[in-house]
Nanobody, 120 residues
Framework: VQLQASGGGLVQPGGSLRLSCAAS????????MGWYRQAPGKQRSSVTT???????TYDGSVKGRFTISRDNAKNTVYLQMNSLEPEDTAVYYC???????????????WGQGTLVTVSS
């Protein structure tokens, strides 16, 4: 299974970006998908998650500014980021709980990360 994240870049404060993460491979089902971020000198932390039926969670620092969504038919999760702040600068990673075809349980997979830089 591969998770390919894209959409990062440089944006000014107050701007917007949309990240995408597509899962591919021998996939039977995907349960929870999520976005994490790691700022320079800090530990990786959860930003937002979404279950297969659309239930979401958000870290308090992004609530009201970020929106997670997913397309189950495409095995893809999105992160719409609005009103970006310099404090949002980080490498953003996606992950997914994947049940492989022929597998017996869900396993967690990570994408490679995409850099988001918020600066004027």
């Amino acid at each position: 299974v591969q998770l390919q994240a894209s959409g990062g870049g440089l944006v000014q404060p107050g701007g917007s970006l949309r990240l995408s993460c597509a899962a591919s491979g021998n996939i039977f089902s995907i349960n929870t998908m999520g976005w994490y971020r790691q700022a320079p000198g800090k530990q990786r932390s959860s930003v937002t998650t979404i279950t297969k039926d659309g239930s979401t969670t958000y870290d308090g620092s992004v609530k009201g500014r970020f929106t997670i969504s997913r397309d189950n038919a495409k095995n893809t999760v999105y992160l719409q980021m609005n009103s970006l702040e310099p404090e949002d600068t980080a490498v953003y990673y996606c992950n997914a709980d994947v049940w492989l075809r022929g597998g017996r349980w869900y396993e967690l997979y990570w994408g490679q990360g995409t850099l988001v830089t918020v600066s004027s």
